[in-house]
């Protein structure tokens, strides 16, 4: 299938429709039933060129543990900046050498993708992603999505609050949270979302500020997971990669197969109300 959906891809990009007549009846009904790619966003312009700069460094620790620090010091040479520093102070690597040959970098960057994709999956490039709404999370930074699950989370904090009579306790709840945080949780007093949510059972984590924040970022994943559940895998691959290994592999857990009815269309627009206010730079 995936075949098919990068022959449509190429077709629309040729503008050669001579080519379907090689095809049966049967192939150019399939291609017909492929929906749009998206091209409404300009995914490609913000995520990088390297789909190994673009995945968060901690998927790759598996896979070099199998190796010998010398060994691994060639993958890590292969990497941007960025992602070779964490990963050198884990593995306990003190130099690397950056003067590799450009074909031994390109062979050890395939290694690297290869220790992430089976050979029987085929992940489709970020261009020939089907058109959603949620294509847009591939435009965030991985410090703006972080944040965008954040807040997502205070939609059950407040949900949350509404049972609190407490005084003393609402005003500690605050003081976890950021300026911007509160200013957004407040915007949300009014809000009557069109689906019930099970309860948060905070007491447990209230004294801790640490644990009550971990708590949330939960919640928020869980929002998250429900918004992406009903899109393609290769869009919540791509998601999950770009998030840290726990909250990835998280996040792939909970999203469901199809869509889950009166929640997941909800927490799309809620998510593009916060994405709007990252870009506007309302929320910092």
Same mark, same amino acid.
Request: hydrophobic content about 40%.
């Given at each position: 299938? /995936? ?12 503008? !050669?429709? %001579? ?27 913000? $995520?990088?060129?390297? *789909? ?7 998927? &790759?620790?598996? $896979?070099? !543990?199998?190796?010998?620090n010398e060994e691994s010091s060639l993958f890590l040479s292969a990497m941007k900046i960025s992602n070779r520093k964490p990963l050198q102070d884990i593995l306990g690597i003190s130099e690397l050498n950056d003067e590799i040959n450009p074909n031994l970098k390109s062979f050890l960057k395939h290694q690297l993708i290869s220790s992430l994709i089976r050979k029987e999956d085929t992940l489709l490039p970020i261009e020939c ?34 049972? #609190? ?22 915007? *949300? ?9 099970? %309860? ?6 209230? +004294?801790?500020?640490? /644990?009550? %924040?971990? &708590?949330?970022? #939960?919640?928020?994943?869980? %929002? ?6 009903? +899109?393609?895998?290769?869009? #919540? ?37 916060? #994405? ?9």
């Amino acid at each position: 299938m /995936k075949k098919l959906i990068l022959f449509k891809m190429f077709l629309e990009k040729s503008e !050669n429709e %001579r080519l379907l007549k090689y095809l049966t009846e049967s192939e150019i009904s399939k291609l017909k039933s492929i929906p749009p790619f998206s091209k409404k966003l300009e995914i490609k312009k913000n $995520f990088p060129d390297s *789909l190994i700069d673009a995945i968060h460094y901690s998927w &790759f620790i598996p $896979f070099l !543990n199998s190796y010998t620090n010398e060994e691994s010091s060639l993958f890590l040479s292969a990497m941007k900046i960025s992602n070779r520093k964490p990963l050198q102070d884990i593995l306990g690597i003190s130099e690397l050498n950056d003067e590799i040959n450009p074909n031994l970098k390109s062979f050890l960057k395939h290694q690297l993708i290869s220790s992430l994709i089976r050979k029987e999956d085929t992940l489709l490039p970020i261009e020939c992603l089907f058109e959603s709404k949620m294509n847009i999370l591939l435009t965030l930074t991985k410090k703006q999505l972080i944040k965008l699950i954040d807040y997502l989370s205070l939609y059950d904090l407040v949900k949350e609050m509404k049972y #609190i009579l407490d005084k003393d306790k609402l005003k500690k709840i605050y003081s976890y949270l950021s300026k911007d945080e509160k200013k957004f949780a407040n915007s *949300l007093l009014n809000y009557v979302e069109p689906f019930a949510t099970q %309860r948060m059972i905070i007491d447990k984590f209230f +004294e801790n500020k640490k /644990k009550f %924040r971990n &708590f949330l970022h #939960i919640r928020g994943l869980m %929002r998250l997971a429900y918004a992406l559940s009903g +899109e393609s895998l290769d869009l #919540i691959w791509y998601v999950c990669h770009y998030l840290d290994i726990g909250r990835g592999n998280f996040l792939f857990k909970e999203c469901k197969k199809e869509k889950v009815m009166m929640v997941s269309e909800v927490i799309r627009s809620e998510i593009l109300k916060i #994405i709007q206010l990252i870009k506007e730079k309302e929320i910092l």
